[in-house]
């Protein structure tokens, strides 16, 4: 087996993600405050598709991105803003993000917030899934309410803890083919099942 790599002199690599071709490579570079795609697995040439202008909160910036999902229907990335505490929506070729879920700038526990956002993912019909790490539990956000406010699908709002029903920080999510979510239940070292269906 050989190996060889493909990266270098990026700061702090939180998520990585390839596109359907297999021949994009979309990159969180957290310390750099961007997301950048990699024109071919074996290139040197990467473009800043999010973020590149310092941390902070404005829709040109992208503050500590951790999660991506990639929506190739719409041409655009989704960027979980961890110290914003918000999920941004990026365009491929805007300058701009929109902020789509969560207070910028701002942590909270109701509906509409997001707490040291982690991880995102998407059904089939649009609507995503984002590990609210500090609030420990996952909020599913509908593509047709234009993902104003979250839904508690898992966990118990800023409530940690090891009974079944409680997430402590969770991460990692995933989906598998008859739509049960599988967490990354992080600080109680256990992978949950959920069935949502």
Known sequence: MGYFIL?????????ILVDSTGTNLYVSDWNNFRVIKWIGLNSSFGI??????????????VDRPWGLYL?????????????ANAIQKWNLGDQNGTFIAGTPGTSGSNASQLNQPTQIIADPF???????????????????????????????????????????????????SDMNLFVA????????KFMLL
Do not use: C, W
């Open 185 to 192: 239940d992080a600080l109680n070292m256990r992978v949950q």
């Open 48 to 61: 800043v598709v999010a973020g590149g202008n310092g941390e902070g909160y404005l829709t040109t910036q």
């Open 7 to 15: 990266l270098r002199n990026n700061s702090n690599t939180l998520n």
């Open 126 to 176: 649009g609507n995503l899934y984002v590990s609210d790490t500090s609030n420990h539990r996952i909020q599913m956000f509908q593509k047709s309410k234009s993902y104003s406010t979250g839904i508690t699908i898992a966990g118990i709002n800023n409530s940690p803890g090891s009974s079944d029903e409680q997430l402590y920080s969770p991460n990692g999510l995933a989906f598998d």
């Open 71 to 83: 929506d190739e229907s719409s041409n655009s990335v989704f960027v979980v803003d961890y110290d």
